[in-house]
């Protein structure tokens, strides 16, 4: 069963805000949420992980709820080249078993 | 040193050939992992290596056949491969045992005729 998630598809406009939501209720207190995004036929780039706190890069945003069942990534201003499909993965950090969920594929729009 | 290196890009082999893909990071990662991913699907966990030991395999058919020679290389034999396994070929290492994410390479597109 899938650990994660998210809506199969979204648009955001370009210079807006994109939050990408991701579901995760059955989430593990040994569980980091991680967020990798893979733009076309590329391999997949890390973004962004968190364990239970509110994270930021340069990248984006997570936020995590408090019951630590959904999370949020928050891309602050997208851009064109920001299109691509993000993945929402929840796994124990000491574990090498990275697995991938369908993801969430953001078209951003001029 | 921040990056994954996989060669070939591209491959085109026959049913009966036998060929590598090769992977190659000088991070100091000591996890490397090997996923496939096909068509607009996500890529999916073939094999994985801790320490230059294979330490999770996902029922992989032996026709590929996952080497770790060295800390830095990790390569993947493929043997006798069918069309069915033409797909994106993409390596990925991390630091072991951390919460760190992984790094992945460009990928290998592999096309079986």
């Known amino acids: 069963d899938a650990k994660t998630t998210q809506p199969p598809s979204m648009d955001c406009a370009e210079g807006r805000a994109a939050n990408l939501p991701c579901n995760h209720s059955?989430?593990?207190?040994?569980?980091?949420v991680y967020w990798y995004r893979q733009i076309h036929s590329q391999g997949p780039q890390y973004i962004i992980h968190?364990?239970?706190n509110n994270e930021t890069n340069e990248m984006a945003s997570l936020i995590i709820t408090e019951d630590r069942k959904s999370s949020t990534l928050i891309l602050p201003h997208a851009t064109l080249r920001d299109t691509a499909v993000y993945y929402c993965?929840?796994?124990?950090?000491?574990?090498?078993?990275?697995?991938f969920g369908a993801g969430t594929r953001l078209t951003v729009k001029p | 040193d921040t990056e994954v290196t996989q060669t070939p890009k591209h491959l085109v082999m026959g049913m009966t050939n036998k060929k590598s893909l090769k992977c190659e990071q000088h991070?100091?990662?000591?996890?490397m992992y090997w996923y496939k991913q096909k068509a607009k699907k996500p890529p999916e966990l073939m094999f994985v290596?801790?320490?230059?030991?294979?330490?999770i395999n996902e029922s992989v058919p032996s026709r590929f056949s996952p080497e770790c020679p060295n800390s830095s290389l990790l390569n993947l034999h493929l043997h006798a491969l069918q069309p069915e396994d033409s797909a994106l070929y993409l390596c990925?290492?991390?630091?072991?045992?951390?919460?760190?994410?992984?790094?992945f390479g460009s990928g290998t597109r592999l096309t079986v005729v």
């Open positions: 991070m100091g990662h000591r996890a």
């Open positions: 990925a290492s991390s630091q072991e045992g951390t919460e760190a994410g992984y790094t």
């Open positions: 290596y801790s320490y230059e030991k294979l330490s």
């Open positions: 968190g364990l239970k």
């Open positions: 993965i929840v796994r124990v950090a000491i574990l090498n078993d990275m697995r």
């Open positions: 059955t989430i593990s207190g040994n569980e980091y």
